[in-house]
């Protein structure tokens, strides 16, 4: 990739372009709000605050440095990178902790729908010479009862090997690196694919202040992102990592988890890899 490239694919457009896919996929299904529910949660949140500015008391200046920065957040559109990379790996934990199936993770801000379907053996969409460790993804999805989901639904998307997404970052073909792969009768997939790189969050944004303001770094492990679903079953959100690559062990979103590490070897053809995972879903 040229250095043009790079500095458009840095610049904010991220954190912009995932606010817009935020709010379209959003109005569809907005929920209602309970009362007493809402009450509850800001009073709580807003308590924890105040705790907070009178155990360390915060001074004005503090305070008014915290309105510029969330007042940049909006601005910047990246209130979807900061809620998901600070927050909803918590929320994830609530949602799922009564599965017995594969573990989730949180979705992240770069998913988008209805990927182009492919069969169950596939290549995801890719560029001439796509860059990239070339990876072949397969496994099985089962119902937690051990039977398996004839047709199920493997969608999957992941950065490319400089880190970034189609449709977020300039440049990228529309679909580059998303599919939503159908499995075979036996709940089979094998998707060919590159190894992702590790991603960094935007740094020239209001997040990007705020790490380098708090000294922190701004990177999350490679990963790939999947929905997995089948007929009569909780559809899961995931991602996986891969064993020993930068970042794995000290994740900025916090969500990597020991059981979505994967281990992938080499098939003595070339600089190919492979890889076998299993999804076990729950009942719905
Ligand atoms: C963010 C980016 C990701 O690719 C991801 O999986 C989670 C969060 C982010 O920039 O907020
Ligand atoms: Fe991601």
């Not at 372009?17 to 807003?46: H, I, M």
Request: hydrophobic share 40%; with cysteine.
């Amino acid at each position: 990739m040229t250095d043009t490239t790079i500095e458009q694919a840095t610049a904010a457009k991220s954190g912009a372009a995932a606010t817009e896919q935020f709010r379209s996929r959003r109005a569809a299904g907005a929920a209602g709000s309970d009362t007493e529910r809402v009450d509850t949660l800001v009073t709580e949140l807003l308590t924890a605050a105040h705790d907070i500015v009178r155990r360390h008391k915060v001074t004005y200046e503090e305070y008014n440095a915290l309105k510029a920065w969330l007042i940049q957040v909006g601005e910047d559109g990246e209130w979807p990178l900061f809620l998901d990379v600070w927050v909803e790996h918590v929320v994830e934990e609530v949602a799922n902790e009564s599965r017995e199936g594969s573990k989730g993770t949180i979705e992240g801000p770069y998913y988008v729908p209805d990927s182009p379907r492919l069969p169950a053996e596939a290549t995801l969409p890719m560029r001439e010479n796509e860059a990239g460790t070339p990876l072949l993804f397969q496994g099985q999805v089962r119902s937690v009862d051990g039977t398996p989901l004839p047709a199920a639904k493997v969608e999957i998307w992941h950065a490319d090997d400089d880190g970034f997404y189609s449709q977020f970052a300039p440049g990228l073909p529309e679909w580059n690196l998303r599919g939503t792969v159908v499995a075979d009768e036996t709940g089979r997939f094998w998707i060919h694919t590159v190894q992702p790189a590790p991603y960094q969050i935007p740094t020239d944004g209001a997040c990007g202040s705020l790490i380098a303001a708090a000294g922190w770094h701004a990177w999350r492990p490679a990963h790939l992102h999947l929905k997995v679903s089948a007929p009569g079953h909780q559809l899961i959100t995931t991602q996986l990592y891969f064993k020993g690559g930068t970042h794995v062990e000290n994740d900025i979103a916090s969500a990597v988890k020991p059981e979505l590490i994967l281990d992938p070897k080499p098939t003595g053809k070339g600089d190919n890899h492979e890889v076998t995972y299993d999804f076990v879903l729950d009942k719905a």
